[in-house]
């Protein structure tokens, strides 16, 4: 099983981007799908996760500002992320728990946010 990350880039304070992570290879069916960052020095937080249900969790510091989205059909979680913050900056990682509970992580998407 493999997750490819992709949509991270350099962008300034105010912009906006979004990450894709989409699920490949024989994997049991996927319960819950998020994102998570580290930023250099810091530990892994949890920037948001969506059930099989469709509700999200945010974290604190992005609540208002990013939504994430799944595609079950395609085992594919997404991030929009908006009014972005050098604060923001980190590597992205998605993650996913399937029903089975099964961890997966992709392999991290870096996103620069300059002021």
């Known amino acids: 099983v493999q997750l490819q990350a992709s949509g991270g880039g350099l962008v300034q304070a105010g912009g906006s981007l979004r990450l894709s992570c989409s699920a490949s290879g024989s994997i049991f069916s996927i319960n819950v799908m998020g994102w998570y960052r580290q930023a250099p020095g810091n530990q892994r937080e949890m920037v948001a996760t969506v059930g099989s249900s469709g509700n999200p969790n945010y974290g604190d510091s992005v609540k208002g500002r990013f939504t994430i989205s799944r595609d079950n059909a395609k085992n594919t979680v997404y991030l929009q992320m908006n009014s972005l913050k050098p604060e923001d900056t980190a590597i992205y990682y998605c993650?996913?728990?399937?029903?089975?509970?099964?961890?997966?992580w992709g392999q991290g998407t870096l996103v620069t946010v300059s002021s």
């Open positions: 993650g996913m728990i399937s029903w089975n509970l099964n961890h997966y």
